[in-house]
């Protein structure tokens, strides 16, 4: 079968694709579409690094093919969406619902994909950017059919891990005030569900302004085109309740905390790299004011890709305007490509079969 494989040479698509037979608790996959990521452009870049040959792609939407044994949430022709967040469902933040904070998800499971009788790696436990893919269990959710597939793709990165900080960490209401730093498509998403949560005001700051009609189109009030606080606090002289940085940059942490009002949060969803430090004068904390963090937006798959895809289909949740336009498995090299090179948002989502 095709699939997108980056190894020491670069991008290329290989025909000779092999997947072997799931396990008692794995589903195959057969991929309809998969989007484009920053978390892919990472590894294309070199700024990831694994191990090499590996399958590209982790953000996809497709049909069930065939379960194994053990498998009874889903069956052979159901649509899912595919995500990357494996969890035992068994250990106490499982049985809590938190299932980002699994302390028991194992390590990778044996590839499923060989070529020429060399194994072939799986990105992100996952690897989309093929016709078909092996994934445990859990990592698929079944959704209504009446969502395309190029929208259902976007659904288990960005989308999950953007509103998920809004819904399921920083738990925004109605008549709160938001800012975003960063628009990218997390921060997007950010955006849009402050807007669904009620927030009376949603500032956007991004440096790039091209980002500012689809920031504004996803619900921001304002846009600053600066990183800096400034850009909150000229327009809300006391700051906001939540303040999200969705750019890998830790000096943003810092402004963030600035512009937070008392009794007021700084939710970090993206991370910068390991050992990367950030300071802050501690007395700004002094009026109730948090740091929060997120891991994937703190998401429960389950219970939240079906409450997004009914968000989408009652038209409060944008997915068409975030993708940028359409590509076969051959363009994955543009995109990655175009997309290395900026602006972040929005993405090329590949259609498969
Ligand atoms: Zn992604
Ligand atoms: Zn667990």
Redesign the pocket.
Known sequence: MRGVVFDEEGVRVRDDIELRAPGADEVVVRLLAA?V???DVKLFTGVTRLPLPIVMG??GAGIVEAVGREVDSVETGDFVVVHTLRSCGWCRHCVAGRPTSCTNAGGGIDTPFSAGGHKLHQFASTSVFVERTIVRREQVVRVDLRIPPTAASLLS??VLHGSGAVTNRAHVRAGDTVAVFGTGPLGLNVIQAARIAGAQRIIALDINRELEALARRCGAHDFSATHDSSGVLDLETAGVDHAFVCTPDAALVTQAITATAASGQCVIVEFPGLGVRTDFEVRQLYLDKSILGTRAGTADPVRDIPRLVALYLDGQLLLDELVGGTAPLEGAEAALTELAAGPNAPRTVLTIS
Do not use: D, L, P, R
């Open positions: 989007g990521c920053q978390s982790h953000e990165c960005a």
